[in-house]
């Protein structure tokens, strides 16, 4: 019941309040990406979502516009040297996400639920499937994401992604949600240009 329908529910209200209330802050970021680099102001890219069909995630645009695309963090050349001024800052604090709430609005994430794959990220997909991970929306936050984040290596993020698919609940979203602000405010997790130091589940 909670899955199918209250789930979806508290996505539609909490993207459309999110967006209402949040509208200052995106016009005020959108200005600064404008006049901090050339090229636009949000950033699309093609990503695995349930039932391993695709879609294209929103993001405020945080590298330079010729960065090559489809291409993740981790494997680029010094990362680093990619990212904007402000995009830097976005990154640190996860603002480059705030787009999202469109997609979770749009149906093709939630609030909550396993991290959204690279179209050809077909390892993490394949590790995914061992545990029923395609089969839920993915979300703007989630288990793996409180846990550990850019440090998991990929058979432990696919294990924390099943776990919360086995676990979904009301209460479980509730605690992968508040969650999540410690790992933002703190940037624990965050590995820019680097992926899989950890190379346990940290339970």
């Known amino acids: 019941m909670y899955h199918r ?12 309040v999110s967006l209402i209330i949040l509208f200052p802050v995106i016009l005020v970021i959108a200005l600064l990406i404008k006049l901090d ?5 949000f950033f699309k890219q093609k990503r695995i979502g349930i039932h391993k069909t695709t879609f294209f995630i929103y993001k405020f645009r945080s ?10 963090t981790h494997l680029l050349n010094d990362p680093e040297t990619f990212l904007t001024r402000i995009g830097k800052i976005l990154r640190k604090t996860s603002l480059d996400e705030l787009p999202q709430l469109i997609n979770i609005l749009l149906g093709q994430m939630s609030i909550v639920g396993p991290r959204p794959a690279l179209w050809n990220q ?3 997909v394949a590790a995914r499937d061992l545990y029923g991970a395609n089969d839920v929306l993915p979300g703007l936050t ?5 846990n550990g984040r850019d440090e998991l290596e990929i058979s432990a993020k696919a ?4 776990e919360y698919v086995k676990r979904m609940s009301f209460p479980f979203d509730c605690k992968c949600f508040l969650g999540t602000f410690i790992p933002v405010f703190t940037h624990k997790g965050v590995v820019e240009g680097g992926t899989g ?4 589940n940290p339970h």
Do not use: E, H, N
């Open 159 to 162: 294990a924390l992604d099943g």
């Open 63 to 72: 590298m330079y516009a010729d960065t090559p695309r489809d291409i993740p």
């Open 5 to 16: 329908f209250f789930k979806r529910f508290l996505d539609i209200l909490i993207s459309t």
């Open 122 to 124: 077909d390892d993490l």
């Open 197 to 200: 130091a950890q190379k346990s």
């Open 142 to 146: 989630g288990w793996a994401q409180i």
């Open 37 to 41: 680099s050339k090229g636009p102001v």
